[in-house]
């Protein structure tokens, strides 16, 4: 691996990780807050039954979807209709671009024509070890992506193939779930159009310091869902019954997870669980995720009453996001909106 391509991690925080070692406690209350790991398999969903004939076939895979989204706030799905060949291609793209030069990468924002900001590494906010994430992402605005083909270019028009099928398939499963809170809408499909979407490419760089440091610090996701596609190598974890659980990669599975907005909107029904990255020692790791997200404006509201939460567009949801991770180092989330 080029070193020049790795973001200078060590050096940029250098002092938090000498606090760190001087001080073992903070280290402790930074990254194991929960009991540790366990390894279980994530709730399994094949959706190949919903283009079943009978019935009650279908109407027991919606019934398992809604279940793993109350009990877990995650789930894998197979047979869910994504060609390998769409992730390959993205994937060996995603592999060029980080292997760009990290100077190169700051400024790629106006080369590849994202908006400013795409580019992503480490956690500027950290003021503990434990907040820190040691892995680089583009964060990208579909936007900035989607319909501007003459797709000379092979990275956006990997990321235009694969965006557009995996917002039928979360606009399939955000439907489902609306379906079994009674709600036969057409929310998800008014206001989380195609290019009000994100698509994140995250890279996890090999992690040389002995003591454990997030990959990607414990967060829950501020969409409705997240479709993530992870490569072998392993690292994800979330919490389950107040513990850490590790997440075996299946390479034909998709990871589905709720998001922040679909808890509020199913009146806390449906979990948005936090998840993390750890990092591995030796081997990179890729992974990429798409978000559901609705435009800046849409207002989120429980579809039950009474509500345990205020009603907020998704602009004011990002701006406290912001405010919180820059005043405090980290994501306050929903709680924020609670009126109880
Ligand atoms: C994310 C995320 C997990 C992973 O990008 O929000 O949780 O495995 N990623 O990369
Ligand atoms: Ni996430």
Redesign the pocket.
């Known amino acids: 691996m080029d070193p020049i391509s790795d973001p200078p991690f060590e050096e940029a925080y250098k002092n938090l990780l000498n606090k760190t070692q001087n001080n073992s406690n903070d280290f402790h209350n930074g990254i194991e807050k929960f009991a540790v790991v366990e390894e279980r398999e994530l709730p399994m969903i094949d959706l190949s039954r919903l283009e079943n004939e009978d019935e009650m076939v279908r109407e027991e895979c919606k019934f398992e979807i809604a279940k793993a989204s109350q009990e877990w706030g995650f789930f894998q799905v197979i047979n869910h209709g994504i060609p390998k060949d769409i992730f390959n291609k993205l994937k060996s793209e995603q592999e060029k671009v980080f292997k760009l030069p990290f100077d190169k990468k700051t400024k790629e924002d106006k080369f590849l024509q994202f908006s400013s900001g795409s580019y992503r590494w480490g956690t500027p906010s950290a003021t503990c070890v434990g907040q820190l994430s040691w ?1 680089e ?1 583009f964060h990208i605005l579909l936007k900035d992506v989607l319909g501007s083909s003459t797709q000379s270019n092979t990275l956006r028009s990997s990321i235009e193939e694969f965006a557009t099928i995996s917002s039928n398939l979360a606009q399939t499963l955000a439907d489902i779930l609306a379906e079994k809170m009674g709600h036969d809408s057409t929310f998800f499909k008014d206001n989380c159009l195609p290019n009000t979407c994100y698509l ?1 490419l ?1 890279r ?1 760089p090999p992690c040389p310091i002995a003591s454990p440091i997030h ?2 610090m414990p ?1 829950t ?1 501020s969409d409705f869902i ?1 479709i ?1 596609y ?1 490569d072998q190598v392993g ?2 974890q979330l919490v389950k019954d107040k513990k850490w659980i590790a997440v075996k990669p299946n390479p034909n599975a998709l ?1 589905i ?1 709720i998001g922040d907005l679909f808890q509020a909107w199913s009146n806390g029904v449906y979990k948005s669980i936090e ?3 750890v990092t591995n020692p030796k081997i990179e ?1 890729f ?1 990429m ?1 798409y ?1 559901l997200c609705p435009s800046n404006d849409t207002v989120i509201e429980s579809c039950k009453k009474p509500s345990l939460y205020k009603k907020f567009s998704f602009q004011e949801y990002r701006q406290q996001v912001r405010d919180d991770v820059q005043s405090l180092g980290s994501k306050i989330g929903l709680p924020r909106f609670l009126l109880f």
């Open positions: 892995s992402a994140r995250n996890y990959g990607l967060h996701d997240t993530l992870q690292g994800l990871i997870n998840h993390r990255v790791r992974s995720a978000f």
